[in-house]
């Protein structure tokens, strides 16, 4: 199966059940293989804290769902449960804006997978901001 349509259906899975991925709902997968993940989505109201900017929290998700969508892509497409996660952010998100997630796997272990990922708006030119993300994926 194309690692695409599959990490796909992982994210209608997600957003199909009556919880907290459903902030997912928009989300559209571009690419997936290899360790990476690409995405993209508008920033709309429900994306908005109160100062009317994306939320800090979102982001935060989004970096987590993404690179453990970039993890499945490797080895036997488990996504791992997360040690670490860390977010820079520096730039805010105005709603319109047309984001874009770059997730790559840079590292990955006899039980630890180690991911890096870009938001990014204005194709690429602005970054929103940059995440670190730790898995532990299990043993080979």
Do not use: W
Request: net charge positive; charged share 20%.
């Amino acid at each position: 199966m194309c690692k695409t349509k599959l990490i796909t259906q992982v994210l209608d899975a997600v957003i199909n059940r009556p919880n907290f991925g459903q902030c997912m709902k928009k989300i559209k997968i571009v690419s997936a293989g290899n360790g990476n993940c690409k995405a993209e989505f508008v920033v709309s109201d429900e994306h908005l804290n109160v100062g009317g900017i994306m939320h800090g929290g979102f982001t935060s998700t989004v970096i987590d769902c993404i690179s453990t969508y970039a993890v499945m892509t490797t080895g036997n497409n488990v996504p791992g449960v997360s040690v670490d996660l860390n977010v820079t952010f520096m730039k805010p998100g105005l709603p319109g804006d047309l984001v874009t997630v770059d997730a790559r796997t840079i590292r990955t272990g006899k039980t630890l997978a180690f991911l890096a990922v870009d938001v990014t708006k204005n194709n690429g030119e602005d970054i929103i901001a940059h995440g670190r993300h730790t898995k532990f994926v299990g043993t080979k």
